[in-house]
């Protein structure tokens, strides 16, 4: 009977210790699952902030002067271009050109940056949606531009109005007319 005891006592106290250690490893895990949800959390707060910069650096880009280059000139170009283009509407659809977004961009524009992009070894290209974005819209305007060459403020507006040669051309005059007058207003 004694031995019985013993056998109980001692099983009972293995019993125990087991079942202190097993709630002390649980507690352990539910310790590391809170640092690792804190950890989650904080990390997904600096993916939300890491956003919010970059909304931020859009806003900044959009208000930036874009003189191209052109000397002494403090005019918000790219402004007058997008009014004149689109009214700033990232929606505007022009059917018979199929011009998408605030900048009228044709799918011809998309093909020829792409061509450029990997022309400059870049690895970074545009799909025709992203004619929809005004951010993208831009960046494929400044790549147009740099890579044209195009120097003035006249040769800009002409040359995206009517291609590379645009400046050559008797029918983007009419556009310049329109871009300056929005410059000067």
Known sequence: MEKIIRYLVITTTIGFLFFKCFKKEETNNKLKNTINYKHQTIDSLYNHIDSLYKVIDTLQLENQIWDYNIKNNTTHLLSAIIHVES???????????????????????????????????????????????????????????????????????????GGPRGINKLSTVGYWEKVKNQINS
Do not use: P
Not at 89 to 100: G, I, K, T
Not at 133 to 161: L, M, Q
């Open 87 to 161: 009214r700033g509407n990232d929606s505007a659809y022009n059917a018979s050109e199929d011009a998408v977004g605030c900048l009228q961009i044709r799918k011809c524009v998309i093909d020829d940056v792409n061509r450029i992009l990997k022309r400059q070894k870049s690895t970074k290209r545009f799909s025709y949606e992203d004619r929809w974005c005004r951010f993208k819209s831009i960046e494929i305007f400044d790549i147009v531009c740099k890579y044209y060459g195009w120097n003035t403020a006249e040769e800009i507006a002409r040359c995206w109005n």
